[in-house]
């Protein structure tokens, strides 16, 4: 990487670190949003229940407690979001990872009581993008304090407030809905949850690892 390339990179990388989130404007079509909530809407009945409840360490150093939830796999135009060239470029740019590459997605559907606890996403979310497909769709715990935090504190932290924490340090994390924005957030380092769900919502996914 030329001394240019670095000065461009250097300050997202570094609110990157800082923040652990970053809302990135005007990078997904009116048309597109539109296709993937049709997208969605349609293959509701391919959903795969998640569900569990333990809460545990993973091998990969992620975290996980209770979630109840079900996974829509993603179509070809979901699929096409995640792997577009555009989208990969400009988040490498937001970020500050130069060498992030793409994973693939999914759609979230959460039925009215659903809920995901506390946990941090698989070693290969480096970046885990998500759009809000329903209006309304309520804000996720997130706990920006307990960046790149070890599985034991974690697990110290639901022992003493529950796998939906408040309080000092936990805030909440909006998605964007059809404003041509997509929010970009480390689901690796950062933990997050959400609620139990007031009303049936679905959030689109897509996770970009840095090589």
């Known amino acids: 990487m030329d001394t240019a390339q670095t000065t461009a990179v250097l300050p997202a990388r570094a609110a990157w670190d800082k923040n652990g989130t970053v809302l990135v404007p005007d990078i997904l079509e009116r048309s597109r949003f539109e296709d993937i909530v049709a997208e969605a809407n349609d293959r509701i009945g391919l959903a795969t229940a998640h569900i569990h409840e333990h809460t545990a360490a993973h091998r990969d150093g992620s975290f996980a407690t209770p979630v109840h939830c079900a996974f829509i796999p993603p179509g070809p135009v979901l699929e096409g979001l995640a792997y577009d060239k555009s989208l990969l470029a400009v988040l490498r740019e937001a970020t500050g990872v130069p060498r ?27 970046v885990t993008v998500a759009i809000a497909l329903t209006e309304n769709l309520p804000p996720m715990g997130w706990a920006p304090h307990l960046h790149n935090a070890h599985p034991d504190q974690l697990g110290e932290v639901v022992t003493e407030h529950g796998i939906f924490p408040d309080g000092e340090g936990f805030t909440t994390l909006q998605h964007p809905y059809g404003d041509r924005s997509v ?11 959400r609620p ?13 690892m840095d090589l």
């Open 183 to 193: 929010r970009a957030f480390a689901g690796y380092a950062v933990p997050h949850w």
């Open 196 to 208: 139990r769900q007031p009303a049936r919502g679905m959030l689109a996914t897509m996770s970009f």
């Open 100 to 126: 992030l590459i793409p994973r693939g997605g999914a759609v979230v559907l959460y039925e009215e009581g659903d809920f995901q606890g506390l946990h941090t996403d698989s070693v290969k979310s480096t």
